[in-house]
């Protein structure tokens, strides 16, 4: 299997443009999970998915900040419009499900590394 | 507010000695405990993880700790070696789907 695979890996834009990035889980994976690191917070959750249904986004900063898995292999992170402090490496992450929930290993993306200039 | 608090972001290591890195939480709901390990430029992968249930877990060279009563958590690494050097972060879960990380802390493992 290839992977989490995340798209692109780098993105540098200016304030104020559209930003999208993509993911696509393991196949047969369950939950999907978008995170945000930037060096003052860590490595923070934004929003998980299940099924693709979405079920937890109190992690989104903001309205600016939109996500959906339109189906089981592919999600997107829309930021609209970008500002400077959106600036951070955006991963990926899935997890199998089943009984043991969110207690699995998750499976990282590489990232995206995002420059709001 | 914090939930899951690594304190110490950098640490350094003699190659062959024993890495200790720790980990405290704050919500006494949370039942199981993961570390990450992550390279620059890669996504974070799972090292070893612990139930509340125990109070150790062994897995080769890493084991970790678990201080309930503390809501503390420790990950040692014997004998430290150069691959080893990366930032690790602790994580933890309860019964919501959440995890929640920390902020993670940078091993450096010296020569």
């Known amino acids: 299997d290839a992977g989490v695979i995340q798209s692109p890996r780098h993105e540098v834009t200016e304030m104020g443009q559209e930003v999208t990035l993509r993911c696509k889980p393991i196949?047969?994976?369950?939950?999907l999970f978008w995170y945000r690191q930037t060096m003052m917070r860590g490595l923070e959750l934004l929003i998980y998915?299940?099924?693709?249904?979405?079920?937890?986004d109190s992690g989104m900063p903001e309205d600016r900040f939109s996500a959906k898995m339109p189906n089981a292999s592919f999600s997107t992170l829309k930021i609209q419009p970008s500002e400077p402090r959106d600036s951070a490496v955006y991963f990926c992450?899935?997890?199998?499900?089943?009984?043991?929930?969110?207690?699995?290993?998750?499976?990282f993306g590489p990232g995206t590394r995002l420059t709001v200039l | 507010d914090q939930q899951v608090k690594q304190n110490s972001p950098s640490l350094s290591v003699q190659e062959g000695r024993i890495s200790i890195l720790n980990c405290d939480y704050t919500?006494?709901?949370?039942?199981?405990f993961l570390w990450y390990k992550k390279y620059p430029a890669e996504g974070p992968t799972f090292l070893i993880s612990?139930?509340?249930?125990?109070d150790k877990n062994e897995d080769g060279r890493f084991t970790v700790f678990l201080n309930k009563s503390a809501k503390h958590l420790s990950l040692h690494i014997v004998p430290s070696q150069p691959g080893d050097s990366a930032v690790y972060f602790c994580?933890?879960?309860?019964?919501?789907?959440?995890?929640?990380f920390g902020k993670g802390t940078r091993l450096h493992i010296l020569p």
């Open positions: 998915f299940n099924n693709n249904v979405p079920i937890d």
């Open positions: 196949s047969g994976h369950d939950y």
């Open positions: 612990i139930s509340s249930i125990k």
């Open positions: 994580a933890a879960s309860g019964v919501d789907d959440k995890i929640i």
């Open positions: 919500n006494s709901m949370f039942d199981y």
């Open positions: 992450a899935s997890i199998p499900g089943g009984d043991l929930g969110p207690y699995n290993e998750q499976f």
